[in-house]
Nanobody, 114 residues
């Protein structure tokens, strides 16, 4: 059974950092492109980042230079390191098997507020 479980969200002040994790089961993340997407209150899903099978990484302009996606093949886990957080980053974050959010988990809430 394919399952993705996100964790690591929370409340952080502007300028702070968080690291999100996405534990995968039922498939091997290194064999697929994997994606982080987010959904802000009242808005649709927004693609945030991609890591492809070769380890190449891609980012939305809104997070480029602040967020870093990575993968631990031994743990079959995806990460999103988020630095210099802004209030606009407040959203539920999901890892997924497509940029449209297919196969995403339950998500983890990130709230950036002073």
């Amino acid at each position: 059974q394919v399952q993705l479980v996100e964790s690591g969200g929370g409340l952080v002040q502007p300028g702070g950092s968080l690291r999100l994790s996405c534990a995968a089961s039922g498939f091997t993340v290194s064999r697929y492109g994997m994606y982080w997407v987010r959904q802000a209150p009242g808005k649709g899903l927004e693609w945030v980042s991609t890591i492809n099978t070769g380890g190449g990484t891609f980012y939305a302009d809104s997070v480029k230079g602040r967020f870093t996606v990575s993968r631990d093949n031994a743990k079959n886990t995806l990460y999103l390191q988020m630095n210099s957080l802004k209030s606009d980053d407040t959203a539920v974050y999901y890892c997924a098997t497509s940029p449209g959010g297919h196969g995403r988990g339950q998500g983890t809430q990130v709230t950036v507020s002073s």
